[in-house]
């Protein structure tokens, strides 16, 4: 069955002032359907996190269009009214920053229940929602500082889900983490957001990860996309040169670690001049 499309971003384009200005972002289109994980990947500065703004409506685009549930997202008014309440939830690199320090936990998962009822949707206790993320429901009282990056994460996770977003935005969710709940973190919330019924657009610089929870993957490079599909797709036939000289660059399982020779001034010409892929 096909789920529905939650976001169709159209030829977006993102302009920061300056001199000269940047064009941080140059007709990036993409698509995330209800419960599918896409994984937008590139080098630092090749414009992810505007992308991620300019989707969310947090950042103006200069050109272009984005629908979130068919509906323009400009129309949402996210300006004007929060963004939570247009079913847009976004998930940051520091929950530290993201979480209230002198708020408990479960009043702050609190928050999120009652933007879904204000939504008109569904809302679990908070109780649950901890549950939900792999954590002890009796430690709704406790505050932030109580717990490690890993469980501050969950908890931004939780407190995210228990809004019933229709979209998860979430860059670089994972890289604050040590690596041993990196891979945890990001499955679960592959897992929670497909139960919600929302769609994920997710950023990460750990392609291992990736690998294993997008159903899609979105290469950019320069702004621009170089090439997109389905991850497995993606993964074991490569067909545009940055996408191949990125995978590349994944140290292999037996922990030896393959040193990609940096690029050259021709590799990034190439890459510039190869037309779109998918
Ligand atoms: N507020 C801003 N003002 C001016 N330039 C900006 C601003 N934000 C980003 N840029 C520039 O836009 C380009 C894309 O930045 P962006 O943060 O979207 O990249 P990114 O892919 O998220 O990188 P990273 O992996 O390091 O987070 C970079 O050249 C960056 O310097
Ligand atoms: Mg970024």
Redesign the pocket.
Known sequence: MTEPTVLEASNLVVR???HPP?T??DDVSLDIRAGETVALV??????????ARAVAGIEKSAAGSVRFDGEPVRALGVRRRPLALTGIQMVFQDPATSLNPRRRIGDQIADGVRTARARGAEGSRPEEWLERVGMDPAWTARFPHQFSGGQKQRIAIARALAARPRLLVA??PISALDASTQTSVAGLMRDLIAEVGAGMLF?S?DLAVVHRIADRTVV?YG?RVMEQGATDQVWDAPRHPYTRSLLAAIPVPDGAGRIPAAPTAEDRAEWADTPPIG
């Open positions: 920061y002032p300056g940047v941080a972002v590139g080098e630092s500065g090749s414009g992810k996190s505007s992308v860059d670089e950023i610089h950019m702004g």
